[in-house]
């Protein structure tokens, strides 16, 4: 059973920020001679995350905002006493972004038939950044015949 790897960039914004990602990962599906499988999507840092949802513009500020609120950034959090870490230099203040991490998926596993993602009709896969801007990559494996 073939498997193919791909590294995909997002550039992101500052702040909780959603990407879709659905056209990358299917682009990387047409590119490769697997028809029938499965595709991995993995967020590799430990302040994004991913999620299987609508695309709907409205949604997203609503999701933005209830993830805002599960764990506000102004709360108090042991992990921000920098001073008490040994941290490089740039380290940011962002334990809520860790935590809202948690609350949501580091990977997705999605079927891949007849060379298409098997999505439902409002089905996306979205990539959230949570401690922005910075430059991510989102590791995808594509396997199957």
């Not at 914004?13 to 490769?32: L, R, V, W």
């Not at 028809?35 to 709907?56: C, D, M, P, Y």
């Not at 993602?117 to 199957?144: H, N």
Request: charged fraction near 25%.
């Amino acid at each position: 059973m073939p498997i193919i790897n791909k590294l995909i960039e997002i550039e992101t914004k500052p702040g909780i920020n959603i990407h879709n990602i659905t056209q990358q990962i299917q682009e990387f599906i047409d590119s490769a001679s697997i028809k029938n499988g499965q595709a991995l999507v993995f967020s590799r840092h430990t302040t994004t995350a991913l999620a299987i949802n609508e695309n709907e513009v409205r949604l997203l500020e609503d999701v933005r905002v209830f993830l805002q609120k599960l764990a506000p950034e102004s709360d108090r959090y042991l992990h921000n006493d920098l001073h008490l870490r040994d941290v490089p230099e740039d380290e940011p203040i962002n334990a809520h972004s860790h935590l809202i991490a948690m609350m949501l998926n580091t990977s997705e596993t999605i079927p891949v038939v007849d060379g298409k993602l098997a999505l439902g009709t409002w089905q996306s896969v979205l990539f959230f950044e949570l401690d922005g801007p910075r430059k991510r990559t989102v590791f995808i494996q594509i396997s199957g015949e």
